[in-house]
């Protein structure tokens, strides 16, 4: 059974137009991450929610938010994507009962702007 | 976090063992060792972590040199499915601590 779903795995938007990327997981973790990973790149982390607490990475551009309304559900915002914000976006949990913490990721979404 | 060194690609037979080395000399006292793995177009999956001890689980063998600046994850039986970029990661173990990716091993299993 899926532990970590993000929905949808592809997603086509219009340079400028605002886009919601979702995820949800079954594990109950407290936290919850974005990475965004380009093309034969390695993930970087845009920011994360530990619990209701936001994290953001000093690097990541406003243009990206982030939304966790529940433990279960967490969204990823972009504003106005550009041209360069066509990536794949990943979403991964952590921070459950098990020491020490480890991340488990969904499959992604991947997005194109065009 | 410390920073690893991992060759950037590396062959291997399907059947025989996969070894591939990470270096993290800089690694600190509190620092676990983790492994991660991304099969093509797929989010990365978890493979083991250790901290000093060598590990073994259903997936793989870790081995941590004695001084800690050094790691080999082993796939003992490789096969196909386990083409992939292998990710070596060292991390403080707190929650809310990312995951730094560096380049990678793109690992290439030939039949």
């Known amino acids: 059974d899926a532990m970590v779903i993000q929905n949808p795995r592809y997603q086509v938007t219009q340079f400028g137009k605002p886009v919601t990327l979702s995820c949800s997981q079954t594990?109950?973790?407290?936290?919850m991450y974005w990475y965004q990973q380009k093309s034969s790149q390695a993930p970087k982390l845009l920011f994360h929610?530990?619990?209701?607490?936001?994290?953001n990475e000093a690097d990541t551009p406003d243009n990206f938010q982030s939304r966790r309304p529940n433990t279960s559900f967490c969204f990823l915002d972009i504003r106005s994507p550009g041209l360069g914000d066509a990536a794949m976006y990943l979403c991964?949990?952590?921070?459950?009962?098990?020491?020490?913490?480890?991340?488990?990721f969904g499959p992604g979404t991947r997005l194109l702007v065009l | 976090d410390a920073k690893t060194t991992q060759p950037p690609s590396m062959d291997c037979a399907e059947g025989r063992a996969a070894n591939l080395p990470c270096n993290h000399s800089?690694?600190?006292?509190?620092?676990?060792v983790y492994w991660y793995r991304q099969i093509h177009s797929q989010g990365p999956q978890y493979i083991i972590h250790?901290?000093?001890n060598n590990e073994t689980n259903e997936m793989a063998s870790l081995i941590i040199t004695e001084d800690r600046k050094s790691s080999t994850l082993i796939l003992p039986h490789a096969t196909l499915r386990d083409t992939a970029v292998y990710y070596c990661?060292?991390?403080?173990?707190?929650?809310?601590?990312?995951?730094?990716f560096g380049g990678g091993t793109r690992l290439m299993v030939k039949p």
């Open positions: 594990l109950n973790h407290n936290v």
């Open positions: 800089t690694i600190s006292g509190n620092e676990y």
């Open positions: 990661i060292v991390r403080a173990n707190n929650a809310g601590n990312m995951l730094t």
């Open positions: 250790g901290l000093k």
């Open positions: 991964a949990v952590g921070g459950g009962a098990y020491f020490p913490e480890t991340q488990y």
């Open positions: 929610y530990y619990d209701k607490d936001f994290n």
